[in-house]
């Protein structure tokens, strides 16, 4: 008899026995045996298309147990972040501010390298709305606005995260289970662009999910709308495109396998239809172009992405070390993937495919580590009767729902209200950031132009505009010579003479501990052509001694 049969028999057997339920309770709660006897059928390789398949009690509607849990989940990491404020002290999202600021205040695209000493460089911001959106914030809110932002990111993490698993069609407590410890695993949010394709992936996986389930083609077209704005929020749109290219082979490789011969090939994409699924990749691809910088966008990707001087010198572009508990939480969460997708009873093609790949990047490139745990969110249900026990999950009542999203945009307003002031703000700014340097700097000022060390380029585009940087967190507007000749002068492998930017400086502002601020007071030789004129915990500040070239 063939698989199909068994289990359409297995079916049948159960809409008899579920028959016999008693008469006093039209809604009784399935029996263990019938509750895993659900959780096979939704590991058929029909999945959810199983003809004469049991009628499944809904889920209980949210308890007021459930509501508080909702609301924990998704508020939790935004409370934290409330009282640590770690979003002033990041590097990287100052010049996104700044750039917001220069859009609001010129009503234009930069198109070339603002804020910089290569002025001249052609620079793409492929973050345009995403700086819009935090330069607003900032005119409205002050230094408030970089927690409240990176707070509304976290809680819309812990939300879509909690709705992912809950398309996987895991129980509720296995989405919240899931949910949390993906939270745990990304840690490393930030009130920048990255973060928000960090919340558009899980919503394209949500997407792709139920498109896999149903066929409703709407959802595909969906894609385009979320494209069309995250082509303007962050240049890690292609990594959704290639996600989406990725699935759709996947599930071209099954529709193409699957034979009466081979029944360990799922059958879980027979009838979508796969020629209306490229069209929604191909219009997809076609609405990153409706961005200022049209077709100029995508090209950039490599460069800003994945450079040569990124693998290099920033850590975050390198494999994975292993020395934080939040690094072994993601492998244990990849095993478990894995684990799962060797637990179905038939291969499926698509999800092994972005699975592999997934895991491939985040072990090799540790800043892409959040990919491959929406993946495992994703591919873990299934994988797992005791988690993945219901084909349709119906929604709580309006109500319900409601309360959850009061009681979470309650958390979020009163913790944005008791965020501390602006003043609070800008000292806890300065034991990270050069703020008294600045300002001497400023006070006296200091002649044109200004070396400063990577590391607060970012900041210094914000905090000191006048004075345009040497170098900052934009990788794409320097490129790989004139950063790697920066880093190899800054950390001693090269002359002084072999940076440009250094050669033509008057000013330098460098971290007090660095190499090059310890050279420059301890050898006569670099004494006798720079002059230490100001030195704090943070910052030591030079002057190029006349004649000294």
């Known amino acids: 008899m063939s698989q ?56 209980k509607p949210l308890s007021a147990a459930r509501i508080v849990a909702l609301t924990v989940l998704f508020t939790s ?64 809110f002050g230094l408030r606005a970089l927690p409240i932002v990176l707070m509304a990111l976290k809680i819309a993490l812990g939300i879509v995260t909690f709705l992912l698993a809950r398309a996987a069609r895991a129980s509720f407590w296995s989405a919240v289970a899931l949910s949390a410890i993906a939270q745990y695993v990304i840690t490393n949010l930030q009130p920048m662009p990255s973060a928000v394709s960090v919340v558009f992936v899980a919503v394209e996986l949500i997407l792709l999910l139920g498109y896999r389930r149903t066929g409703a083609v709407h959802k595909l077209f969906l894609l385009l709308v979320l494209f069309l704005f995250w082509a303007n929020l962050d240049i890690q749109c292609v990594l959704g495109l290639l996600l989406l290219v990725l699935y759709w082979i996947g599930l071209a490789i099954e529709q193409t396998l699957r034979t009466e011969t081979r029944p360990w090939i799922t059958g879980s994409a027979e009838g979508l239809d796969l020629r209306k699924m490229a069209l929604a990749a191909m219009l997809s691809l076609g609405v990153t172009f409706v961005t200022p910088y049209t077709i100029h966008l995508l090209p950039t990707a490599p460069g800003a992405l994945y450079s040569e001087t990124s693998f290099q010198y920033f850590g975050e572009m390198s494999a994975m070390s292993f020395r934080r508990p939040q690094d072994f939480a993601l492998m244990l969460l990849v095993m478990a993937g894995f684990l799962s997708l060797g637990r179905r009873r038939a291969l499926d093609p698509a999800s092994v495919l972005v699975f592999i790949a997934a895991a491939a990047l985040a072990f090799r490139v540790q800043r892409d580590a959040w990919l491959v745990v929406l993946l495992a969110i994703a591919i873990i249900p299934a994988g797992f009767p005791e988690m993945n026990c219901l084909p349709l999950l119906t929604m ?46 400023r006070a006296n000022h200091l002649p044109q132009p200004l070396y400063n060390a990577y590391v607060w380029g970012s900041f210094l585009t914000w905090y000191l505009p006048e ?3 040497v170098v900052d967190s934009r990788v794409e507007l320097y490129g790989d010579e004139i950063l790697n000749k920066h880093f ?55 002057l190029r001694v006349a004649g000294s070239r």
């Open 4 to 59: 199909n049969g068994v289990i359409l028999i297995t079916a049948s057997q159960f809409v008899a026995h579920a028959g016999q339920a008693p008469k006093s309770s039209d809604k009784a709660e399935p029996s263990a045996r019938e509750h895993k006897l659900q959780c096979r059928l939704l590991q058929s390789p029909l999945n959810s298309v199983v003809p004469n398949a049991p009628e499944v009690t809904s889920p």
């Open 77 to 140: 990491a935004a409370v934290y972040e409330a009282v640590h404020i770690s979003a002033v002290t990041m590097a990287g999202v100052w010049v996104h501010l700044q750039t917001g600021l220069w859009i609001v205040q010129n009503h234009a695209f930069p198109r070339s390298g603002i804020f910089s000493q290569y002025s001249s460089l052609s620079w793409t911001d492929a973050s345009w709305l995403f700086d819009l959106i935090l330069g607003v914030a900032y005119q409205t």
């Open 396 to 441: 709580a009542p309006t109500w319900q729902r409601t309360a959850v999203a009061v009681l979470t945009a309650l958390v979020f307003v009163v913790t944005g209200v008791l965020l501390p002031t602006q003043q609070v703000l800008m000292s806890k700014i300065g034991q990270e950031y050069p703020v008294k340097a600045c300002d001497y700097i």
């Open 467 to 469: 004075d345009p940087v």
């Open 488 to 542: 190899d002068v800054a950390s001693g492998k090269e002359k002084l003479e072999e940076d440009p930017g250094l050669l033509r400086c008057q000013t330098l502002l460098l971290e007090k501990q660095s190499a090059m601020a310890r050279a420059l007071v301890n050898f006569p030789a670099l004494r006798a052509q720079f002059q230490l004129v100001y030195s704090d915990q943070v910052a030591s500040v030079f």
